[in-house]
């Protein structure tokens, strides 16, 4: 039987989870790649440090040399995340004509053209499946199966520590800090939080999507990002009142040959299946032209799904070695969509102010918001005046381009009337 030797880069979370699936499912992946598989090295920054794990301790090394100049290996597992030394590694790999799975989303949607590229012209394959939404077979689910689509539409939730965090503050009233600590035990959460926390990872696996999706190559700082930190318990609750609830949506659509792409806590309404998607668990939502709507569902962090990707990724290359094809990423050259900037987003917006409960403040704001083209939909006063005599409010609006939000906010703001914005966050409402 065939015989091939695999080496991991880190064996942290991921890794681990890697090698319990190899371990525990020896026979399905004999069966499924036709060959015997042996993780023959790990590369490990300690080899002497406990990991739980019954790894056998001649196979870690801590010199990367050892796994990149070794002729037998011919697949290399980089699981180590972030760019640096990461993406150095990958491309030696590649040129001593290794391929390459990775989970690394950072480096995948920064450089993953080139290192594609690199790839093709060395006659290599490099897979990346656990890059997005752990678990979920998304990568390959729209570039092997939806290939025939045209896809106009992606919204999911991909980041299951904010996902985490969002539904114990909704459902158990439970504060951020206690609800990160928790999600960080759990291991879903990045070793730096903020990566999650501010919307960072998600911007990641949503130029990956893009790029898979729409065919172009995205600059991820053209992504519109905002992360979580700014919700409170007070927009839970009237999201609740108004018949929402808050999740972290990353967005791609396209209009008329622009891309609308952004990554923003959004209020959903509590009737979409996309509400009761809770904890970690991710989910996406694909409009494609032919299939019409599809909902992928599933875990999008932790050892063992992400394992599963990888893991899966593996057995593709044992299978595919032959034809040389990996995921490809934006592959048409000539192909140009404008990524639109903040200010042509459309959605519905839901403004939370704090006001002097005076008489005339309500005319005041509306007159604002009428005069930039915004249109209310609902509108609630919350609660008693404070010792300063101002009093919550919050509006939701109908459609409107994020520019006329904006403008309003600034006029707002110049408004004796009003004391603070305090939030603003859109509405999806599905249509
Ligand atoms: N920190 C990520 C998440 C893990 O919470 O979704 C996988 O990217």
Avoid at 89 to 115: C, F, P
Avoid at 265 to 288: E, Q, Y
Wanted: aromatic residues 6%; proline residues 2%; hydrophobic residues 40%.
């Amino acid at each position: 039987m065939n015989k091939i030797k695999i080496a991991l880069l880190g064996l942290g979370n991921v890794g681990k989870g890697v090698w319990e699936i190899f371990k525990n499912n020896t026979d399905e992946i004999i069966r499924r790649s036709a060959s015997e598989l042996e993780i023959s090295k790990i590369l490990v920054k300690d080899v002497n440090k406990d990991r739980g794990i019954d790894v056998p301790k001649e196979i870690l090394t801590e010199n990367i040399d050892d796994i990149l100049n070794d002729d037998s290996i011919q697949i290399i597992v980089e699981l180590m995340g972030g760019v640096d030394p990461a993406s150095d590694y990958v491309v030696r790999a590649i040129k001593n004509k290794k391929h390459v799975v990775t989970a690394n989303k950072q480096m995948i949607a920064t450089q993953g053209k080139e290192l594609l590229d690199l790839a093709k012209k060395e006659g290599v394959l490099l897979y990346y499946e656990g890059s997005v939404a752990g678990g979920i077979p998304i990568l390959k689910g729209i570039e092997e199966s939806l290939t025939a689509n045209k896809i106009e539409e992606i919204v999911g939730i991909i980041n299951g520590t904010t996902n985490y965090i969002l539904t114990k503050m909704s459902l158990e009233n439970m504060d951020f800090e206690t609800a990160l600590k928790e999600a960080q035990e759990k291991g879903y959460a990045e070793a730096d939080p903020t990566s999650d926390i501010e919307s960072y990872d998600a911007v990641y696996k949503l130029a990956i999507l893009t790029s898979l999706s729409f065919g172009i190559n995205v600059n991820v700082n053209d992504i519109y990002r905002e992360g979580i930190s700014k919700i409170t318990s007070h927009d839970i609750q009237n999201a609740k009142e108004f018949g929402y609830t808050i999740k972290l949506l990353a967005i791609a659509k396209e209009k008329n040959d622009s891309l609308e792409l952004r990554v923003h806590p959004t209020m959903i309404p509590l009737t979409h299946p996309l509400s009761n998607v809770n904890d970690s668990f991710n989910a996406i939502l694909i409009k494609g032209n032919a299939v019409g709507d599809l909902m992928f569902y599933g875990r999008g962090a932790g050892s063992l799904p992400t394992g599963s990707a990888v893991a899966g990724d593996i057995i593709s290359i044992v299978r595919n070695d032959m034809t040389l094809r990996s995921i490809a990423l934006a592959d048409n050259p000539d192909l140009q969509k404008r990524v639109l900037s903040r200010e042509e987003f459309t959605s519905r917006y839901y403004l939370r102010l704090k006001v002097k409960d005076v008489s005339g403040v309500l005319g005041q704001i509306s007159n604002i918001l009428g005069k930039n083209d915004v249109s209310i939909s609902s509108f609630i006063q919350k609660g008693q005046k404070d010792e300063n005599n101002l009093v919550s409010i919050v509006f939701i609006t109908h459609d409107t381009l994020e520019g006329n939000i904006m403008k309003s906010i600034e006029e707002l703001k110049t408004l004796d009337v009003v004391d603070k914005i305090k939030n603003l966050i859109r509405v999806e409402k599905f249509i």
